[in-house]
């Protein structure tokens, strides 16, 4: 039978199940990532689980995320992760070598393998061919011990892509273009696969900038064909060994295929605060802008920056604008730095940032209040920056660049439009110096593992209780993100002490949920998130599902749920609840009492019965879970079940 590339990298993996559109199946992973602001809790849950030794054949710990340092626990982490990776046979990138996606695309990702990372835009590596995935942390634990990761088979939308971009129109457009097809919700269970002439124009880290925006479609990943140019990509990372072509069968099938002509394509922004509210520059110029900000997975490459420092070199940028520029890798940075590019950069204005997430996570550059901030990364969520009052447009560097120099929005294309589109060539050779990954000893050495203060457990939970007897903790409305559920930027730093990072649940929502939680739990309560349409979004922090079962938090009940929160609800022992009827979220209101009378048995079959006895309605609930979803929830979480059987085998 003719087959996709994501059914031929799928099925190359499959280690359980049928490949069926819907079923769940456990594929072997081939490799796994962890950044530092989920790989504490990650690796915590690695040795509570008992493993001896990872069994991938590569996995790498990178350090982007939490390199403030404003106090002992960004410091503490990282001294935690270097010895845990010494032990356990995991590469150690240390802080300043750059961002987990761009380093693994240049350092570590093949074509034709299956990554796992506890980051959601781990699907970056789909630019080389992989079918790269994002999930929460204790999945990437059980991967590296070598157990499946299970997903839903996916359906799989083509994306055909044909003609060739023009001048000032770049890969962030497509993307771009691709969430205003398909939006960022309802897309759950979805692969997306590109393919078409088009694909030959569009160089490796273009192909990355696509796929690690993907993310904010909702899909389980994003994946493009491995050719001529993956070759030349990987053999000026001087790691051609790894190359395999990876091609779609002429006559393959797809669920949806999706017609995009690039030479059509104008320049973009995804404007506040979602990046599905994507509008034309154009439609949107004049807007003045106080903020500019280059960088992040989505955008940072060699190329990226080169195009940045061809726009400005020896111009200044407009004297009320801010830009800040942050390399996605020390390669990059090193190779624009030697070439002169940097001070091109510098020179026009620039402040130059560490090699990190930064910007992108909130936790530095929160822009002025009330102002408007143009960025290159992937998410502009309400709040995200640290300041709520500010709006923020994501663009494409060439439109970031073209921004801070006009000081307002613009379409790159007019702006720029006396100006020669800057060429940049693919280097035959990019610097390579491996010296900033700390391998991990060939033999079994004694590693004693560094525990700061900031290092806390992974904490326990109790089994599924037999009934539910609850109260509506929160209301909330759609598209909530996991950023909303748990903020990031200088909360971050608490992401390995959770009862203290449970203190900002919700915080940007409600700052008494935490407490009230607390004091529900405290007397015996059960407390029951309430959601609209693809509730936990965003990013794949499994703290969103770890901080809401320490305050007592059994279920979740909304319209819809996304893939990765819905897997992190299970791995901590809370149902994912959908209703029924969706018209049944309008009944239920904050501090409602509710009761599920046999939860058990209704979890079982996938139906539950939810009487409000604040109302005297009863409402139907559908919990769509495989047979090892309902185990796992029921033991009250995976390492709740692990634990069990290791005992009872
Ligand atoms: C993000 O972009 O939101 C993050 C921070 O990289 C997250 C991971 C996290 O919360 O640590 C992600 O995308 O998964
Ligand atoms: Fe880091 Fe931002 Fe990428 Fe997340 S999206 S990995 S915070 S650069």
Redesign the pocket.
Same mark, same amino acid.
């Given at each position: 039978m003719p087959k996709n590339i994501v059914q031929k990298i799928l099925d190359d993996h499959l280690v359980e199940g049928q490949p069926v559109a819907g079923l769940e199946v456990g594929i072997k992973i081939d490799q796994t990532l962890t950044?530092d602001? !989920?790989g504490t809790m990650a690796y915590l849950q690695f040795e509570a689980l008992g493993f001896e030794k990872v069994k991938t054949e590569v996995s790498v710990s990178y350090v982007d995320?939490n390199t403030i340092q404003d106090g002992f626990e960004n410091a503490d982490d990282h001294k935690y992760l270097e010895t845990v990776a010494q032990k356990y046979g995991i590469c150690f990138s240390r802080p300043g070598n750059g961002i987990c996606h761009q380093l693994h695309l240049e350092r570590f990702g093949c074509p034709g393998k299956t990554l796992l990372g506890? #980051?959601?835009?781990t699907p970056t590596g789909g630019g080389l061919g992989m079918i790269a995935v994002?999930a929460g942390g204790l999945d990437v634990a059980v991967a590296m011990g070598g157990g499946p990761f299970y997903l839903s088979y996916p359906k799989v939308i083509k994306i055909d892509l044909q003609g060739k971009l023009s001048p000032w129109v770049s890969a962030k457009d497509v993307v771009l273009k691709v969430l205003e097809i398909l939006s960022t919700k309802g897309n759950v269970g979805v692969v997306v696969e590109y393919g078409g002439k088009g694909v030959e124009t569009l160089s490796v880290p273009e192909r990355a900038t696509i796929a690690n925006m993907g993310?904010e479609l909702g899909v389980t990943t994003s994946v493009f064909p491995s050719d001529n140019l993956t070759r030349a990509f990987l053999k000026a990372q001087g790691r051609d060994g790894c190359f395999k072509p990876v091609a779609a069968d002429d006559d393959a099938s797809y669920d949806r295929i999706i017609h995009v002509d690039l030479s059509a394509l104008e320049p973009l922004a995804a404007t506040p605060h979602s990046p599905g509210n994507v509008k034309r520059l154009a439609e949107i110029a004049g807007t003045k802008v106080q903020q500019v900000c280059i960088g992040s997975?989505t955008n940072s490459s060699y190329r990226d920056l080169m195009l940045v420092a061809g726009i400005l070199r020896g111009k200044k940028i407009a004297p009320h604008v801010s830009l800040a520029l942050a390399c996605g890798s020390r390669q990059v940075l090193e190779m624009i730095g030697r070439n002169g590019a940097l001070a091109d950069i510098i020179s026009a204005g620039a402040r130059v940032m560490e090699n990190a997430?930064g910007f992108?996570?909130g936790n530095s550059l929160a822009p002025a209040t009330g102002s408007v901030s143009v960025r290159t $990364? $992937? =998410?502009n969520f309400f709040g995200?920056t640290g300041t709520e009052s500010a709006q923020v447009f994501l663009v494409s560097p060439e439109a970031a660049a073209a921004c801070a120099l006009a000081g307002e929005l613009v379409d790159p294309a007019k702006f720029l439009s006396g100006q020669k589109y800057p060429v940049v060539d693919m280097p035959d050779k990019f610097l390579i110096d491996d010296s900033l990954i700390v391998r991990p000893p060939e033999k079994t050495a004694k590693v004693e593992i560094v525990r700061g203060p900031n290092i806390g457990a992974p904490p326990s939970n109790d089994e599924y209780p037999m009934a539910l007897s609850g109260v509506v903790a929160i209301c909330l409305k759609d598209k909530v993100t !996991? #950023?909303d559920i /748990?903020p990031?930027g200088s909360r /971050?730093k608490y =992401?390995s002490n959770i009862p203290k990072y449970a203190e900002f649940v919700f915080e940007r929502e409600d700052k008494t949920f935490p407490s009230r939680a607390m004091e529900n739990k405290k007397k015996g309560l059960h407390n029951i998130i309430v959601a609209g349409e693809s509730y936990g979004q965003?990013?794949? =922090?499994e703290?969103a599902a770890i901080c809401p079962m320490y305050l007592g938090v059994k279920m979740v009940v909304a319209k819809s749920i996304e893939r990765?929160h819905k897997a992190n609800l299970v791995n901590f022992g809370i149902v994912p609840a959908l209703f029924a009827n969706p018209a049944d979220y309008e009944s239920i209101k904050q501090g409602d009492l509710l009761e599920v009378k046999d939860a058990y048995t209704g979890i079982e079959k996938g139906e539950l019965s939810l009487a409000n006895s604040s109302t005297g309605a009863v409402i139907v609930l559908k919990v769509d879970l495989s047979e090892r979803q309902k185990q796992i929830v029921l033991a009250g979480g995976l390492i709740n079940l692990t634990r069990s059987r290791t005992k009872a085998g």
């Open positions: 950044q602001a !989920t995320h506890s #980051d959601s835009h994002g993310a997975c997430c992108c996570i $990364n $992937n =998410r995200r !996991t #950023d /748990m990031a /971050m =992401r965003g990013s794949s =922090r703290h990765i």
